[in-house]
């Protein structure tokens, strides 16, 4: 039961341009969302997190929106840096103490 | 401020063996997560601790148990390794509220585990 999806298992973006990264859930009853960022040998690296009762998140480079009629989250990465080159893992919880985790998107920035 | 630590990094280990791999918390933390990440997928949750208590477990068997300890430590033990024990184990913590509400969840570097 895959609650989470992201259908993307790659994406390649040239430096300076946007990175979108999409993420769909089915749980109707996630209140809050999560992007993280990992590298090879390392954890999880918090980014950017969002409530269910916002439509948007901005922080710096990183935006995230929540489409919550359409169960859908996105990650807007703008401008890419060759830095960003990492997987990227959307994550949902209900409550906030079990995180339901997408299988990640890797993203390549080519410079 | 410190953040969340695990031990070992690495470890090997043979089927039926047990193992313990630890976690320090971030400091202020109240909460520890334990999640499970095989090559190629998202983490899946094992179990949460608040305060010392299971506040939550995942669809993990009972050989997968842990502890919390007064300092917001924790241990993740699992008994008769199997072959599909073989993954990266995470641990994370964050600041729960009375309520048992967590928010942001901060991640360790993870103990890779092999079970041969």
């Known amino acids: 039961d895959q609650q989470v999806k992201q259908n993307s298992p790659s994406l390649s973006v040239q430096e300076g341009r946007i990175s979108i990264l999409n993420c769909d859930y089915t749980?109707?009853?996630?209140?809050?969302f999560l992007w993280y960022k990992k590298y090879p040998a390392e954890g999880p690296t918090f980014l950017i997190s969002?409530?269910?009762?916002?439509d948007k998140n901005e922080d710096g480079r990183f935006t995230v929106f929540l489409n919550k009629s359409a169960k859908h989250l996105s990650l807007h990465i703008v401008p890419s840096q060759p830095g960003d080159s990492a997987v990227y893992f959307c994550?949902?919880?209900?409550?906030?103490?079990?995180?339901?985790f997408g299988a990640g998107t890797i993203l390549r920035v080519k410079s | 401020e410190t953040g969340v630590t695990q031990s070992p990094t690495h470890l090997i280990k043979t089927r039926g063996q047990q193992v313990t791999l630890r976690c320090s918390s971030q400091?202020?933390?109240?909460?520890v997560s334990w999640y499970q990440q095989a090559l190629g997928q998202g983490p899946q949750f094992i179990f949460q601790y608040y305060r010392e208590e299971e506040n939550g477990r995942g669809n993990f068997p009972p050989r997968f148990s842990g502890l919390q300890f007064p300092n917001y430590s924790s241990e993740l033990n699992v008994n008769a390794l199997e072959l599909d024990d073989s993954a990266l184990y995470l641990c994370a913590s964050s600041l729960g509220g009375s309520s048992g509400r967590a928010e942001t969840q901060y991640f360790g570097p993870g103990t890779r585990l092999l079970v041969l």
């Open positions: 969002i409530s269910s009762i916002k």
């Open positions: 400091s202020g933390h109240n909460t």
């Open positions: 994550a949902a919880s209900k409550y906030g103490n079990k995180l339901v």
């Open positions: 749980n109707s009853m996630f209140d809050y």
